[in-house]
């Protein structure tokens, strides 16, 4: 199964807090704003599409303040068409979208379970947000290295009731600094 990308986020990646007790994570690159937060404001600014994402990385680059940014990473997900809802694996259809393709500067980071409960922006991955990085493996990003394993772990975080569902799995990809 191919994902399809849905856009792109600016978020300020956190170091691993000392409360996440996960063997070898040094940041949280999870899909989820719980921790590594997404910028003020955002959200008023109505320039995301369905998804509540952007469909350009100029676009999403235009609700960070310019000073701010060097303090931001960009990031691109890629959703896959299931979603998983009362302990069943279910066909999502994904919004008609204009994101535009990724370019040679991001490099796949993983692969995340995160929940939607309350419309259509992402909201929790448990991984992070409800300490399962503890009991999974995890890479350093706090994200699976496995596509199966991920949608494995959505299933059962759904099913165990970490956060409210249902539950996606996304292909997390990050822009690669650019040196000067």
């Known amino acids: 199964m191919t994902p399809t990308l849905i856009g ?12 996440l007790k996960a063997a070898g994570v040094e940041e949280v690159c999870s899909v989820s704003t ?3 937060e997404a910028p003020k404001g955002w ?14 990385p100029d676009l999403a680059w235009s609700v960070v303040p310019e000073p701010a940014q060097s303090e931001f990473d960009l990031y691109a997900y890629k959703l896959f068409s299931v979603m998983f809802e009362d302990g069943q694996r279910k ?7 204009h994101a535009v393709p990724l370019c040679d500067s991001f490099v796949c980071l993983g692969f995340d379970a995160v929940s939607r409960s309350a419309g259509a922006a992402f ?6 947000c409800n300490y399962m990085a503890e009991e999974v493996a995890v890479n350093r990003h706090c994200l699976m290295d496995d596509q ?10 759904e099913a165990r009731g970490c ?4 539950y996606f799995v996304v292909e997390v990809w990050r822009e690669r600094p650019t040196t000067e």
């Open 91 to 97: 066909p999502f259809d994904i919004p008609a979208l």
């Open 148 to 157: 199966a394993i991920a949608f494995q772990k959505a299933a059962e975080f």
């Open 163 to 166: 956060e409210p569902g249902p």
């Open 43 to 56: 959200i008023d600014e109505w320039r995301h599409n369905e998804m509540f994402l952007y469909d350009n």
């Open 123 to 128: 909201e929790c991955s448990p991984l992070s």
């Open 8 to 19: 792109y986020f600016p978020k300020r990646t956190v170091r691993r807090p000392e409360w």
């Open 34 to 36: 719980c921790i590594s």
